[in-house]
């Protein structure tokens, strides 16, 4: 049985994913990485999505990762089973089509803020602290704490956050560029709702583009994000459906060119 899921509610081109875990501050075991997955796919899938958001049931975003969960792990199955399916489910989401914006209603540490940094936005609210406090457990950050995060935040600020132990307020994070906003408590998701309405009207294939050449520039997934470009392209073109037709009438292509 689940201990727990992620809904998906779809209004005026925005899916709200909901991480639903409550009585766990939201923390994430294996049934939560794979609920985060699936949710992945279905909003992926829905073309009539233009925008996401990521936020927590209850007074959490997300706790990070169920010390239960992974604690009694053999460390074979901790590095493949924990660390390595997180990673894919972070990727994932990461990689969305559609600008993702987190709305931090409540603490994001450890793996909570590996998770909201798999956003493009991040608004927080007054109260939330923010920080990496792995190494105090004797613990390092595992789902891209030191690797999207350094490229996302910069490598002193994730320093300071993994090895000196600082937890920073939501304004102090906002100065250092780690949440894009920040906004008084339980308004996170209504303004991460007006921030999804300003991107949906923006041009969808446009917003996926720029989205995939900024992944590209920052280092992210630099192949994906080049074969990706490369494929919309040549997808749009005279060539490739004739290259197709050909195939199917079993006769030699007849290139021209042509875009």
Known sequence: MASGTVRIQVEDHVAIMTVSRPEKLNALDL????????????????????????????????????????????PQEFGHAWVRHGHRVFERL????IPLIAALNGHALGGGLELAGVADIRIAEEHVKIGLPETGLGMVPG????????????????????????????????????VDAVTSSGNAVDA?????QRVSARGPAALEIVKLM???ANG????????????????????????????????????????
């Open 31 to 74: 049934d939560m990485l794979r609920a985060l997955s699936d949710a992945a796919d279905k909003v992926e899938a829905n073309a009539d999505v233009r925008a996401a958001i990521l936020t927590g049931e209850g007074k959490g975003f997300s706790a990070g990762g169920d010390i239960k969960a992974w604690g009694g792990m053999q």
């Open 94 to 97: 990461a990689t969305l089509r």
């Open 143 to 178: 789902w891209s704490g030191t690797q999207r995060l350094v490229k996302r935040f910069g490598a002193q600020v994730v320093r300071r956050m993994a090895l000196g132990g600082e937890i920073f307020t939501a304004e102090e994070a906002h100065v250092l560029g780690i």
């Open 192 to 196: 991460a709702k007006d921030y999804a």
């Open 214 to 216: 900024i992944a590209s």
């Open 220 to 259: 992210e997934d630099n192949g994906t994000a080049v074969e990706a470009l490369g494929s919309i392209l040549v997808a749009k073109t005279a060539d490739l459906k004739e290259g197709i037709a050909s195939f199917s009438e079993k006769r030699p292509a007849k290139f021209k060119g042509e875009w």
